[in-house]
């Protein structure tokens, strides 16, 4: 199995943790993540399933040889909570996320680059 595969497959299942946590015990993720109390639950719900489509969007595209969608997300991901840190949101996941994302996406790519065609 290729490095790319393992990354991908490691990325996806942070994305289905992430996305199970946020449907299943909203008011305990966001709590951890330093957001405090959560009402109402349903934008959290909403995120917990679009990070389950997401995963699945990942390991979908890579059976077809591409990280594109992996990198543009984990880019926007990046971005926007970098951003929202810099604007003032404190919870300590915020910057935490961030970086982890843009992290994730940059060795998605770098791996992918290496791969070349043959290896992916």
Same mark, same amino acid.
């Given at each position: 199995?290729?490095?790319? &595969?393992?990354?991908?497959?490691?990325? =996806?299942?942070?994305?289905?943790?992430?996305?199970? +946590?946020?449907?299943l015990a909203p008011e305990l993720t966001t709590r951890f993540a330093g957001f !405090?109390?959560?009402?109402?639950?349903?934008?959290? &719900?909403?995120? !917990?399933?679009?990070?389950?489509?997401?995963?699945?969007?990942?390991?979908?595209?890579? &059976? &077809? +040889?591409?990280? =594109?969608?992996?990198?543009?997300?984990? =880019?926007?991901?990046?971005?926007?909570?970098? +951003?929202?840190?810099?604007?003032?949101?404190?919870?300590?996941?915020?910057?935490?996320?961030?970086?982890?994302? +843009? =992290?994730?996406?940059?060795?998605?790519?770098?791996?992918?680059?290496?791969?070349?065609?043959?290896?992916?």
């Amino acid at each position: 199995m290729s490095r790319l &595969r393992v990354w991908v497959w490691l990325v =996806a299942a942070h994305s289905v943790a992430v996305g199970l +946590g946020l449907l299943l015990a909203p008011e305990l993720t966001t709590r951890f993540a330093g957001f !405090g109390q959560l009402t109402p639950t349903f934008f959290a &719900r909403q995120a !917990g399933v679009f990070h389950l489509v997401l995963a699945a969007g990942y390991l979908f595209e890579h &059976r &077809r +040889g591409s990280v =594109a969608l992996l990198v543009a997300v984990k =880019a926007t991901a990046f971005a926007f909570l970098m +951003g929202s840190w810099l604007a003032g949101t404190s919870a300590w996941s915020v910057p935490f996320s961030g970086l982890a994302d +843009g =992290a994730m996406g940059l060795v998605a790519w770098w791996l992918w680059r290496r791969a070349g065609p043959a290896g992916r």
